[in-house]
């Protein structure tokens, strides 16, 4: 089985776009001049391919683990009283958005399998503007175990 690209995009998409804590903007492609009046994003792009390792391999296949960055950005109020809700909302975005995603584990057999990364939460600017972002971060790994046909 060879992955249809355009089908694990829409499921990753998709799976964003469903996540209700909090709504997101999906952006499929890196944030790049984010307007801060859509907040929050959940951006995802495609970072490249993992080589197989020893021992994921068949006899007529090698395994291939395709990696996308999912980052979610919201923006950095300076108002107290923003604090806490908006690390609330970060952690039931992790919570939320993995288990969107574990749930369907097979992208809708689309691919073998995936894992995450642990994620990580930072502050940060996006391209040139002033604002200030919070992000959530981690890597989404899409496993292929029929990725390459290894020629006879």
């Known amino acids: 089985m060879t992955i249809q690209t355009a089908d694990i995009v829409e499921h990753i998409q998709g799976h964003l776009e469903a996540?209700?804590?909090?709504?997101?903007?999906?952006?499929?492609?890196?944030?790049?001049?984010?307007?801060?009046?859509?907040?929050?994003?959940a951006c995802f792009w495609y970072t490249g391919r993992t080589s197989p390792v020893e021992g994921e391999m068949t006899l007529g296949n090698r395994m291939n683990l395709y990696r996308f960055q999912i980052t979610c950005l919201w923006v950095r109020h300076p108002e107290l009283a923003t604090l806490q809700p908006l690390e609330d909302e970060i952690w039931s975005a992790d919570i939320a958005i993995?288990?969107?995603?574990?749930?369907?584990f097979t992208l809708n057999n689309e691919a073998t399998r995936l894992n995450t990364t642990d994620s990580t939460v930072s502050y940060g600017t996006v391209g040139e503007s002033p604002v200030?972002?919070?992000?959530?971060?981690?890597?989404l790994q899409i496993a292929d175990l029929e990725g390459e046909t290894i020629a006879a």
Do not use: H, K, Y
């Not at 996540?19 to 994003?41: H, K, R, Y």
């Open 132 to 139: 200030q972002w919070r992000a959530l971060e981690f890597e």
């Open 98 to 104: 993995r288990t969107a995603l574990w749930g369907d």
């Open 19 to 41: 996540c209700t804590t909090p709504q997101f903007t999906v952006i499929n492609g890196e944030p790049l001049g984010l307007m801060p009046d859509a907040s929050p994003f």
